[in-house]
């Protein structure tokens, strides 16, 4: 029962990881049609400012100053960048920010170099909030989890209770009505873009300590990332906290199943049979935990293509 | 002399120039075929600076056959099919050495297509030099010719590891197995399961996971908590070996980890204080190697500006070793290297370093090297990447203490 | 016929590159029949192209290594996989448009990168499948010669097959399907079969493409199921252009060699590349052959006195700029590697760095002035090309 429990918080904190990245991503997605690739980037780019600032600032402000400098990025990014090439279509900005997670990668691996950084817990942080069983639940999670749920409150209050909110939603739903109604949606789109950014910066920051910090961070993350928002429906905020829960959950738990088709079959004595075929009938469960998340995307884009939260088109 | 005489009369002196030119012959060309950006980069490179720290002092010695040595990079863009297109092109280009060590996939493929090369292009072969692709297949059901590996392999590394940490008294009782679910992996979890009657524990559970796919190790450490065993042996690798020690200092887990990599660049720096006490099976220990070990760490390092870590030093042995066979080997009438008297020369080379004697077994072209099995401790007297920690040498295996017998599925074809 | 003189021209070197270059080159003209033509973006196009490189492999290793078919026919055998595995898939793609097709392509690639490891008797594990090419038809296949003049000959083959493709009323449909697939549906065509149909030869071509690849390197691996192959089919193709026909066969020779060639000279090639996608996708949109359309369209309508200049002062700029930047980047990167750094600690002042057959030292201003020199002359020309294009308007 412990090892449950265990296996279910740790899977839900992952799972506010995984929203710390992609709420950014599914906002900039609904709202521009986006797909952007570099998103990840600016995940790992929030990791290594931290990093670079730890020494001179500490801690906690290097983290604030990370997510400021990463939401820099992003909007230098969207006005000089995407806004060029977002005549030409859906294509090209997808390839445009595809190129620019490369330039990003190989800068970071021209200042930083190509092994992990050291990139550390500070020691007032590294201590233990509880335990289950015989294994300890450390602190830094827990802050973890809270900032992805404190970020998750501030963006939805943002979303549903300001005036921004408001016409961020309807440059999300309706750009032109919002244009033509006289607000300055070139500006929301810059808005948006680099406070997604900066969310993505936050989240590497914060969680750049606790896993490592290498220049392949944003490859690692990245198509998770993807398959949350999909998942969730492009443009919910609230559906991409469902979906990175739903995943960091299922992976978590598929982990600690060491069973198989084969063994399913067992239920209708089909066992022996299953287990001569081989291959995809005694494939784990826990082998499988990192394909799970694409299975779940593809059943969805099959059966509920806009996703558990999305709009209707 | 008009203009078109002149011609002619310089194209017949230049071809001319060309043909004595043969019976000197080219110079002997090495190609280093490695990962030299993309995501293994780090690894990669280091094979080239060990690499290119032997072919130096090949050459300061003298090269062959009065000429220096050349040696080329070639980047294998990332994967086994930019290897393969690399290394027909190193062989177009004249190399008759190709020296790799970053990926046992890679070097799967590399061995296959030597083979085929040297199939289809009798007189014309090319030795491949394995110093780091660890997987047991290489010598075993593809061990060909002109394949040698210069580095360990999962039984070598685990009967070293298990006796050594046995030694210390670090050995469990209950020892979990958690691997990568490739070809090395595997070879670590049968080596773990075999020698368990030699070691005296029992393997309470094995698990094999995706490679470098996997950022959150904590399900695993729930595992391995929930299996009450008080040492893990692994053969993880960088993010995956990271990642798993981070997470089970985390969550508290009191166990001793055995490990075959902790020594690569960057793990001490990342793991900090929670990789004291853990062991790791290494080819090479500056400590270990006494004052022979403390000139060549000090050469390497004024020569490339870092200390020789992981697989560095293995890498320069076996060059060294090749070095060693190459001095042995006569050139032929026109001046040119003969591979084949090349590779019966490597099969009898014996090399001593600062750790011990090294030597080529012929029956499946692995080497026999000396292991040092090690402790992460604070008074090492070599520190690892600028902290206060190192590797504090527990015990060292000779050669032979350390061997591994040959597999029986190596069925190697030698040329008559 | 240039392309048939090639061995005897090229060096050996290049004439693997210009393998890869072909194989390459199919693969995104095939790519482009779906996204150029049809309009349906798809990212996980390597799933096909994986797929006919293992079947082909498989192929040559079946009949106690024999083959099941002589050895210049084996490409059918990728072509014929990646036409079944086209069908079944693009029926369930093509059922959505728009970003949810790309999507559902994107999951099927990563869900088949990530069990091939997994299913080992199919995908070989990490080490891949290997075969051997078997001699056929009088001619042995083990030089790259005679495998460059297959590929040459099944390229050439595919390249015309598609285009005629193109000619054919169900090429045009296709074509119908890019620009109003509600009209067409209104117009009583079965728009879902045309999908497929198109998806389908699509994948057809890409599985062709793989088994090439496979027969040249003979070997399959499940690297090729990776994000990365799926991602540079479609950048091939968009810089080449997906408007005209040899674009994307253009842009995916251009980035190939590319990567060939660079890898070799720097270790910051990827950098370069993403630059040059990102230039690429800025300041010419319609893709390497829509620059050298529009370069074409100049000459005819402005004549030479206008359009000469103009072009020189571009490739002009684009030299100095790219010189500019290239030894920005280098330089960087020697400066801040870990080598370096050693050296300098150890060091009084700042150690030289070597670069292009010459010493510079980082500590000077001369070192970092050429650079920003070649960039400022660059800007300048590159103005000044804009200029005289606009002022002759």
Redesign the interface.
């Known amino acids: 029962m412990?090892?449950f429990v265990?296996?279910l918080l740790?899977?839900l904190v992952?799972g506010l990881l995984l929203f710390m990245v992609s709420a950014g991503l599914t906002l900039v997605f609904g709202m521009m049609g986006v797909l952007n690739f570099a998103h990840a980037s600016f995940y790992m780019l929030g990791a290594y400012f931290s990093f670079a600032l730890q020494g001179l600032l500490g801690f906690g402000p290097a983290v604030v100053v990370a997510t400021l400098l990463s939401g820099l990025v992003g909007v230098i990014v969207e006005r000089f960048f995407l806004r060029r090439v977002h005549a030409h279509g859906h294509a090209h900005e997808l390839l445009l920010t595809f190129g620019l997670s490369f330039i990003i990668a190989e800068a970071i691996?021209l200042f930083f170099?190509?092994?992990?950084?050291?990139y550390?817990i500070p020691a007032s942080l590294d201590f233990?909030a509880f335990?289950i069983?015989?294994?300890?639940?450390?602190a830094?999670?827990v802050l973890m989890a809270v900032v992805a749920l404190a970020m998750f409150g501030a963006l939805y209050l943002l979303l549903t209770r300001t005036r921004i909110g408001i016409i961020v939603r309807a440059a999300i739903h309706k750009p032109r009505m919002a244009q033509a109604l006289g607000h300055n949606v070139q500006l929301v789109f810059m808005g948006v873009f680099g406070v997604g950014a900066a969310l993505a910066g936050l989240a590497g920051a914060v969680a750049g300590a606790?896993?490592?910090t290498?220049?392949?961070m944003a490859?690692?993350?990245g198509v998770m990332v993807f398959v949350v928002v999909v998942v969730g429906g492009l443009g919910s905020l609230g559906g991409a906290m469902l979906a990175s829960l739903l995943i960091g959950v299922v992976?978590?738990?598929a982990?600690?199943v060491d069973r198989s088709l084969a063994d399913l079959l067992g239920f209708v004595g089909a066992q022996a049979w299953a287990e001569n075929i081989g291959g995809l009938m005694t494939l784990k469960v826990?082998?499988l935990?990192?394909?799970l998340p694409f299975m779940l995307m593809l059943l969805i884009l099959l059966v509920r293509p806009r996703g558990l939260m999305g709009e209707k088109n | 002399m008009n203009a078109r005489t002149t011609l002619f009369s310089s194209i017949a002196a230049s071809t001319l120039a060309l043909l004595s030119g043969v019976a000197q012959a080219a110079p002997v060309k090495i190609a280093v075929l490695e990962s030299?950006?993309?995501?293994q980069?780090?690894t990669g490179?280091a094979y080239r600076?060990a690499v290119r720290y032997a072919v130096d002092k090949l050459n300061a010695a003298g090269g062959w056959n009065g000429q220096p040595v050349q040696l080329v990079?070639?980047?294998n863009?990332?994967?086994?099919?930019?290897a393969?297109?690399?290394l027909?092109?190193a062989?177009?280009?004249g190399v008759q050495i190709v020296v790799q060590g970053g990926s046992?996939?890679i070097?799967?493929?590399i061995t296959?297509?030597v083979r085929?090369h040297n199939l289809?292009?009798p007189g014309h072969e090319i030795l491949y030099i394995n110093v780091g692709a660890e997987?047991s297949?290489l010598t075993g059901e593809k061990c060909n010719f002109y394949h040698f590996r210069f580095a360990a392999n999962a039984p070598v590394r685990v009967k070293a590891l298990v006796q050594g940490m046995k030694q210390a008294k670090a050995l469990g009782s209950k020892v979990y197995s958690i691997n990568q679910?490739?070809?090395w992996g595997q070879d670590m979890e049968k080596a773990i399961v075999d020698y368990a009657a030699a070691g005296g524990y029992t393997v309470v559970e094995k698990?094999?996971?995706?490679?470098?796919?996997?950022?959150?190790f904590?399900?695993?450490?729930?595992?391995i908590?929930?299996s009450g065993a008080d040492t893990v042996m692994t053969g993880n690798w960088?993010?995956d070996l990271?990642?798993l020690m981070?997470a089970s200092k985390?969550?508290?887990?009191k166990v001793r980890f055995g490990t075959v990599y902790l020594d690569q660049?960057?793990n001490i720096?990342?793991a900090?204080e929670q990789a004291v006490g853990h062991f790791v099976a290494q080819a090479f220990n500056a400590e270990a190697a006494g004052a022979e070990g403390e000139r060549f760490v000090a050469d390497y390092k004024a020569k490339?500006?870092?200390l020789p870590i992981a697989t560095e030093p293995q890498t320069v042995f076996g060059l060294e070793m090749v070095a060693d066979a190459l001095k042995r080997t006569k050139p032929e009438s026109n001046g040119s290297l003969n591979i084949v008297a090349l590779a019966r020369n490597l099969e009898t080379t014996k090399l001593k370093t600062p750790m011990g004697e090294l030597s080529m077994r012929a029956a499946d072209h692995q080497v026999l090297l000396p292991i040092v099995v090690s402790m992460v401790s604070k008074d090492a007297k070599y520190k690892a990447?600028d902290t206060d920690l190192g590797f504090k040498p527990v015990k060292t295996f000779t050669a032979e203490e350390a061997a591994s017998p040959a597999q029986a599925s190596c069925k190697m074809l030698r040329p008559s | 016929m240039l392309l048939a003189a090639l061995p005897a021209l090229l060096?050996?070197?290049l004439?693997?590159?210009s393998n890869?270059m072909l194989v390459a080159a199919l693969f995104a003209s095939a790519y482009s029949l779906l996204s150029g033509r049809a309009g349906m973006l798809s990212f996980g196009h390597a799933a096909y192209f994986g797929i006919g490189a293992f079947a082909t492999v498989h192929a040559m290793n079946a009949v106690g290594g024999a083959g099941l078919l002589p050895t210049p026919l084996m490409p059918l055998i990728g072509a014929a996989a990646g036409l079944a595995v086209g069908i079944v898939a693009g029926w369930f793609a093509t059922q959505r448009s728009g970003t949810t097709f790309a999507m559902i392509t994107l999951a099927i690639a990563e869900l088949l990168h990530?069990l091939a490891?997994?299913l080992k008797s199919l995908f070989g594990?990490?080490?891949?499948i290997?075969a051997?090419r078997m001699p056929a038809w009088g001619l042995?296949f083990?030089?790259?010669t005679q495998v460059y003049y297959l590929t040459l000959c099944w390229v050439l083959l595919s390249l015309a097959l598609l285009y005629f493709h193109g000619l054919t009323p169900a090429g045009r449909l296709t074509l119908a399907l890019r620009e109003n697939g509600h009209r067409l549906r209104f117009l009583g065509y079965n728009v879902h079969g045309l999908g497929v149909s198109a998806f389908a030869i699509s994948a057809m071509f890409s599985g062709l493409a793989g088994g090439l690849?496979a027969l040249s390197?003979?070997?399959a691996?499940y690297?090729?199921f990776?994000a990365?192959v799926s991602a540079s089919v479609v950048l091939n193709s968009y810089i080449g252009g997906v408007g005209s026909f040899f674009g994307p066969a253009l842009g995916a020779a251009l980035m190939s060699f590319f990567?060939?060639a660079v890898?070799?000279i720097t270790?910051?090639?990827?950098l370069y590349q993403g630059v040059l996608f990102v230039g690429v996708m800025m300041f010419a949109p319609a893709g390497v052959s829509g620059l050298l359309g529009s370069g074409s369209r100049l000459f005819a309508q402005r004549g030479w006195k206008l359009a000469l200049p103009v072009t020189l002062l571009a490739v002009c700029a684009a030299l100095l700029l790219s010189a500019g930047g290239v030894f920005i980047v280098e330089m960087l990167q020697r400066l801040c590697s870990?080598?370096?750094r050693?050296?300098a600690q150890a060091a009084a002042k700042l150690p030289t760095i070597a670069l292009f057959g010459r010493a510079w030292s980082p500590g000077s201003v001369l070192t970092w002035a050429l650079p920003v020199a070649l960039l400022v002359l660059g800007a300048v020309l590159a103005l000044a090309a804009r200029r005289r294009l606009g002022a002759n308007a």
């Open positions: 412990d090892a265990f296996s740790n899977g992952y691996k170099g190509n092994f992990p950084v050291d550390r233990t335990r069983g015989a294994q300890s639940y450390p830094y999670r606790f896993y490592t290498n220049p392949n490859l690692e993350v992976t978590s738990l982990v600690s826990s082998s935990a990192a394909t | 030299l950006s993309g995501p980069a780090s490179q600076a990079d070639y980047d863009q990332g994967g086994p099919a930019g393969s297109d690399k027909k092109a062989a177009a280009d046992s996939a070097g799967g493929q296959e297509d085929k289809r292009n997987a297949e679910n490739y070809s698990t094999l996971h995706d490679v470098n796919k996997i950022q959150d904590s399900p695993y450490v729930a595992k908590s929930a960088s993010n990271l990642l981070k985390a969550a508290g887990l660049a960057g720096a990342n900090g490339t500006g870092h990447d | 060096p050996a070197g004439l693997i590159a890869q990530a490891p997994q594990g990490e080490s891949g290997s051997m042995d083990g030089s790259t690849q390197n003979e070997a691996n690297a090729v990776d990365g990567g060939y890898s070799d270790q910051s090639w990827m870990q080598d370096y050693a050296m």
